[in-house]
């Protein structure tokens, strides 16, 4: 069943159409990411599953619900991740863990959730006063605390060293096998591939590919790439003109020859005919990285 529909979807401002026709479904328990360079409309979208913009085409539903129209009905299905600049420097976690509740029919136990979130031993902490990964902890925690069935996380994890990283994606993972969908903004290859069940390719205001992150690179996987150190000067256009070759280019004193079918023989053959030695030959698959790239035409933090 599908728990969150964005149908069509376009926003605009001033004159710039920013998000372009963009729709999508996500499933109940699944953990959708959305990913796409700068500027692609990606919080634009988000924004709009949550209420906070008002679609200017086409149209969108969080379990059957019209989040810009009824409101309140939507604070206790979706919850938000909370912007740190949101919460003063001076509450403590136990004073803000209250207060949230207090906004909700139904939250769950907030001591049971700062447990599992490791941040049990700082409940009289103040905000301020914790470290970025635990600020990031008890954004999570903030945004599950209305016991949601959605809960939209926007570049969770940047900012983060790499050990709060993987803290912060074993606790989504968590919050999912507790039954919250899961609708995630990131830059992250590494996080998309490791935690999205599918994920939304979003170029320039358009949808470019949809798919698990497995069939996003089954999208580019006739695409090898063979890295090497020439022994000796050689003319790309030996290689270049091999028809399993789709590109060469030098990458400091290594060539890299990317291409299709069986690329590596064809490589070494040619080499070997021009009395050529491969040091450090590798051969390397496509990643999500390489179906990015393909799929928008530029590395995502380009
Ligand atoms: N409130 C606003 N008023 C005017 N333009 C805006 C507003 N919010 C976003 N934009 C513009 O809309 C475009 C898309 O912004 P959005 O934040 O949705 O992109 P994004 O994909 O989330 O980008 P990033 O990865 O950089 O966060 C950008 O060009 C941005 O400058």
Redesign the pocket.
Known sequence: MAIIEVNDLVKR??D?T??KGVSFAVEQGEIFGIL??????????V?CVEGLRTPDGGNVRVCGIDPTRDTGELRELLGAQLQQSELPARLTVGEAMRLYSSFYRDPVDWRELLDALRLGDKVDTRFGRLSGGQKQRLSIALAVIGGPRVAVL??LTTGLDPQARRDAWDLIEDIRDRGVTILL?T?FMEEAERLCDRLAV?DA?RLVALDTPAGLVARVDDRQRVRFRPSAPLDHAVLAALPEVASVARAGSQLVVTGSGNLLHAVTTALARHQVVAADLRVEQATLDDAFVALTDRPVDA
């Open positions: 401002y001033g710039h920013t998000v796409g360079p700068n500027g692609a409309g990606k919080t634009t979208t924004e926007d570049e903004v830059h979003i205001g």
